[in-house]
């Protein structure tokens, strides 16, 4: 069964680098989100991607972040300055999107992000 | 938007008792309705979901019904494992359509032999 996949799984990193996390949805999904999960606490929806465009995104997604689907299969979430606040599981998921299907959405492992 | 609230934790029983997990939510239309496990240190799987008022969802030995009326999709399972020890998350969309989802707190599920 396809799946969503992700990496790297842990990504330990300083305060003020930058820090690509990898996705790669399930092919032929047409809507990408991310998520993050900080330890003990709630997963959080961070910003929503459709037709190569950003559809939604919450008050945690501020200058800092940026998404880009630089391949068709990739998706791939930037933090381009880390603080120590950033530290979290963050998620992917990826849901088909045709219209009258499922809108299931599909959960990569997580990438745990470690700001030090 | 659409919300929910679930049950904190942790929730402690032993290898074959009766578990209900309460989710309680709020919802212009009739939104699906998901519940999603997130074993320890793993990530979040799909446990089940329903669609429309009245469904009821299983997997696993798990069961939730979607009730319109009491506004309450709660987890139930007959005889948990200790394998079931797990959190478990409520979430629905904020509304219809392919959105993003809100997640509840999460219950932490402890199971012993």
């Known amino acids: 069964e396809p799946e969503v996949t992700q990496t790297p799984s842990h990504q330990v990193t300083q305060m003020g680098q930058e820090v690509i996390l990898r996705c790669v949805p399930i092919?032929?999904?047409?809507?990408f989100y991310w998520y993050r999960q900080i330890l003990g606490q709630k997963v959080e929806f961070l910003v929503s991607?459709?037709?190569?465009?950003?559809?939604?995104k919450s008050e945690i997604f501020d200058d800092q972040f940026s998404v880009e689907r630089p391949d068709g299969s990739n998706f791939t979430l930037k933090i381009r300055s880390t603080k120590l606040e950033d530290s979290a599981m963050y998620f992917c998921?990826?849901?088909?999107?045709?219209?009258?299907?499922?809108?299931?959405?599909?959960f990569g492992p997580g990438t745990r992000l470690t700001v030090l | 938007g659409n919300s929910v609230t679930q049950m904190e934790g942790p929730v402690t029983l032993s290898e074959e008792a009766f578990l209900t997990i309460n989710c309680t939510y709020t919802?212009?239309?009739?939104?699906?309705l998901f519940w999603y496990v997130q074993y320890p240190g793993e990530g979040l799987q799909l446990l089940l979901k329903?669609?429309?008022?009245?469904d009821k969802g299983s997997n696993k030995g798990f069961e939730a019904t979607y009730r319109k009326e009491t506004t309450s999709f709660h987890l139930e399972k007959g005889s948990v494992q200790v394998s079931d020890s797990a959190v478990y998350f409520c979430?629905?969309?904020?509304?219809?359509?392919?959105?993003?989802?809100?997640f509840g707190t999460g219950t932490r599920l402890l199971v012993s032999p």
């Open positions: 998921a990826s849901v088909p999107g045709l219209a009258g299907g499922t809108d299931t959405q599909y």
């Open positions: 092919s032929n999904h047409l809507y």
């Open positions: 991607f459709y037709n190569n465009e950003i559809s939604e």
């Open positions: 919802a212009t239309g009739y939104p699906s």
């Open positions: 329903a669609t429309k008022a009245d």
């Open positions: 979430a629905l969309p904020p509304h219809t359509g392919f959105q993003k989802l809100v």
